[in-house]
């Protein structure tokens, strides 16, 4: 997978690293036991990000140099000092410099996964037989470069994470720069129409919903550009702790969103820097 691409992990972890909170690491006596590094703390996260195993099997699979226990710790604190958010910033921020965000075409669109452990923000899931799951709310640029996101429930409607979705576009500043917005049938609705217009967004493509009754004749209705944001899902599931998350708290699963989207500007940044270098193949 190429969130395991040693390129990719090295350039992340070379935007995390900074950003990691200071630790005193002198004792009074000398006789405190070695600190894990962060790079093996890290790694420990990584494969349990993406393969979806539990933390002990992401232990044994990094040859048990963390214990999972120390691997959870360490999460922890770099949730509380709110790392995983300031690198996701960076990432979209570098990204929009280098390459430039495509804000003509935005799309946004939900997607319902597996919550087995329930927890916070967790719901039945009315597609799953009633069984635990959670959503997310998503936005890209043309491109499918995430613009900003929301999670909740699986039983809450892709309408009531459409506000939080748009709010987070707006706290990046990117609202004003907004042209057209892509939504499908689920959306079509009035309240809707007024949130986007509530954050400045006057035109909308969204999909008419079905009726029963027959059309008196047939008319033509245009199906949006809402490709970019099913692929970025579709590349989001592919990693197992988002597809089947084990979490219980709503910071947990918003840490290792903001890292999967770090993961896939970084290898996107890559992409672009290959294709001007010559003998350089980008990775698909």
Same mark, same amino acid.
């Given at each position: 997978?190429?969130?395991?691409?040693p390129? /990719? /992990?090295?350039? /992340? @972890?070379?935007?995390?690293?900074p950003?990691?909170?200071?630790?005193?690491?002198?004792h009074?006596?000398?006789?405190?036991?070695?600190?894990?590094?962060?790079?093996?703390?890290?790694?420990?996260?990584? %494969? #349990?990000?993406?393969? $979806?195993?539990?933390w002990?099997?992401?232990? #044994?699979?990094?040859?048990?140099?963390?214990?999972?226990?120390?691997?959870?710790?360490?999460?922890d604190?770099?949730? &509380?000092?709110?790392?995983?958010?300031?690198?996701? &910033?960076?990432?979209?921020?570098?990204?929009?410099?280098?390459?430039?965000?495509d804000?003509?075409? /935005?799309?946004?669109?939900? =997607?319902?996964?597996?919550?087995?452990?329930?927890?916070?923000?967790?719901?039945? +899931?009315?597609?799953?037989?009633?069984?635990?799951? @959670?959503?997310w =709310?998503?936005?890209?640029?043309?491109?499918?470069? *995430?613009?900003? @996101?929301?999670? $909740?429930?699986? +039983?809450r409607?892709?309408?009531?994470?459409l506000? *939080?979705?748009?709010?987070?576009?707006?706290? #990046?500043?990117? &609202?004003?720069?907004?042209?057209?917005?892509?939504?499908?049938r689920?959306?079509?609705?009035?309240? %809707?129409?007024?949130?986007? !217009?509530?954050?400045?967004?006057n035109?909308a493509?969204?999909?008419r919903? #079905?009726?029963?009754?027959?059309?008196?004749?047939?008319t033509?209705?245009?199906?949006?550009?809402? @490709?970019?944001?099913? !692929?970025?899902? =579709?590349w989001?599931? +592919?990693?197992?702790?988002?597809?089947? +998350?084990?979490?219980?708290?709503?910071?947990?699963?918003?840490a290792?969103?903001?890292?999967?989207?770090?993961?896939?500007?970084?290898?996107?940044?890559?992409?672009?820097?290959?294709?001007?270098?010559?003998?350089?193949v980008?990775?698909?």
């Amino acid at each position: 997978m190429r969130a395991f691409d040693p390129e /990719v /992990v090295d350039a /992340v @972890w070379a935007a995390i690293e900074p950003l990691l909170p200071v630790r005193n690491e002198t004792h009074p006596l000398g006789c405190h036991r070695p600190r894990i590094p962060d790079r093996a703390c890290f790694e420990v996260m990584l %494969v #349990r990000l993406v393969t $979806g195993r539990s933390w002990e099997d992401a232990e #044994r699979l990094c040859d048990k140099v963390v214990s999972d226990t120390t691997a959870r710790a360490r999460r922890d604190e770099w949730v &509380e000092a709110g790392v995983f958010e300031q690198v996701a &910033e960076e990432a979209l921020s570098g990204y929009d410099k280098i390459v430039g965000l495509d804000l003509s075409e /935005v799309a946004i669109d939900a =997607s319902v996964h597996k919550a087995p452990g329930q927890g916070e923000g967790t719901g039945a +899931n009315p597609t799953d037989r009633g069984r635990s799951g @959670w959503k997310w =709310s998503l936005a890209t640029d043309f491109a499918g470069v *995430p613009l900003g @996101w929301a999670i $909740g429930a699986a +039983n809450r409607h892709d309408q009531i994470l459409l506000a *939080p979705t748009l709010a987070a576009v707006a706290a #990046r500043g990117l &609202e004003l720069d907004v042209e057209t917005v892509h939504l499908d049938r689920g959306y079509d609705a009035s309240t %809707v129409r007024e949130t986007l !217009r509530g954050f400045g967004i006057n035109d909308a493509c969204i999909a008419r919903r #079905r009726t029963t009754a027959a059309p008196k004749k047939k008319t033509f209705a245009p199906r949006g550009l809402r @490709w970019p944001v099913e !692929r970025t899902n =579709s590349w989001l599931a +592919n990693f197992g702790q988002l597809r089947r +998350n084990t979490d219980r708290k709503i910071a947990h699963r918003l840490a290792q969103f903001a890292l999967v989207v770090v993961l896939l500007i970084t290898a996107k940044l890559i992409d672009w820097r290959n294709r001007w270098s010559p003998g350089c193949v980008p990775i698909r």
